[in-house]
């Protein structure tokens, strides 16, 4: 479900496994590699380090050759129930780098993403609004909701399928 407020792209997942191990695959490489990143790509994690100033660098590899880099750089680690960051696009080198398909997207995208249990399972929220944007950069962001929504929902499916392996 997406629901957007101003700027803000608001997404709610309700994933099928309990929080400590939903945060272990979001938080660390032998997980992560399984399933982050938009389908059809294969993650390479290059830098990981969860904690207040750390950072996240890693690569996306598509069978045709494609790749892509992105970067995460952490705000704030609540373990087990918060997570804020910027994300962005990368060079290789893991430095800020305009989106590979417009340059009217945001360098960085501010995101707080809230991990609560309830019954076994985990519900993820995910806010993210474009972080030191130019007006044509937020009124872009919001034009790419439908797409975001698209794109998060399955990597979210890979999780499931990563997490059901776990089980």
Not at 2 to 31: M, S, Y
Not at 65 to 94: C, H, L, W
Not at 119 to 139: Q, R, S, V, Y
């Amino acid at each position: 479900m997406t629901i957007a407020v101003k700027n803000e792209l608001v997404i709610e997942r309700v994933i099928n496994a309990p929080r400590a191990l939903v945060w272990k695959a979001f938080t660390e490489a032998d997980h992560l590699k399984h399933w982050w990143g938009p389908v059809g790509f294969k993650l390479e994690v290059l830098k990981l380090d969860v904690r207040k100033g750390g950072i996240f660098h890693f690569a996306m590899k598509a069978d045709d050759g494609a790749e892509m880099f992105g970067r995460f750089d952490y705000i704030n680690v609540q373990a087990p129930e918060k997570i804020i960051f910027t994300n962005s696009f990368a060079d290789a080198d893991g430095n800020h780098a305009r989106a590979p398909f417009s340059n009217e997207w945001p360098i960085k995208v501010l995101n707080t993403w809230t991990f609560e249990e309830k019954n076994g399972k985990t519900t993820l929220l995910l806010c993210g609004e474009p972080f030191e944007a130019t007006e044509t950069e937020m009124k872009r962001f919001v034009q790419e909701f439908p797409g975001m929504n698209e794109g998060f929902g399955g990597t979210f499916d890979q999780l499931d399928a990563y997490l059901a392996t776990l089980k």
